[in-house]
């Protein structure tokens, strides 16, 4: 099986800054598109950022020019470091990736836990 695991969330006060970390696990032939979604409380989840793996990276315009986005791949692991953070980032953030576990098999998205960021005063 395939597993992701984030970590690097906490409480941070407004302008501080934060790096999550997600990576993945198991049976993993390759990884394609990774990327960070999250959601905050009575809404619905939304894309903060993704990267192929080509490296092309895409944002929330919410978050351009605060965020970045990178991935390590010989440690199937996605970054998003988070600087400038508001009150409105505050939220579940859940990593995803699209893997392909095998030649003969498509490839489909894998979810973490999701790990909770706070940015209060």
């Known amino acids: 099986q395939v597993q992701l695991v984030e970590s690097g969330g906490g409480l941070v006060q407004p302008g501080g800054s934060l790096r999550l970390s997600c990576a993945a696990s198991?049976?993993?032939?390759?990884?394609?598109?990774m990327g960070w979604y999250r959601q905050a409380p009575g809404k619905q989840r939304e894309l903060v950022a993704t990267?192929?793996?080509?490296?092309?990276?895409n944002y929330a315009d919410s978050v351009k020019g605060r965020f970045t986005i990178s991935r390590d791949n010989a440690r199937n692991t996605v970054y998003l470091q988070m600087n400038s953070l508001k009150p409105a980032d505050t939220a579940v953030y859940y990593c995803?990736?699209?893997?392909?576990?095998?030649?003969?098999?498509?490839?489909?998205?894998?979810w973490g836990q999701g790990t909770q960021v706070t940015v209060s005063s």
């Open positions: 990267i192929t793996n080509g490296g092309t990276t």
């Open positions: 995803n990736a699209n893997i392909q576990r095998t030649l003969l098999s498509p490839s489909r998205d894998y």
């Open positions: 198991g049976s993993i032939l390759r990884i394609y598109v």
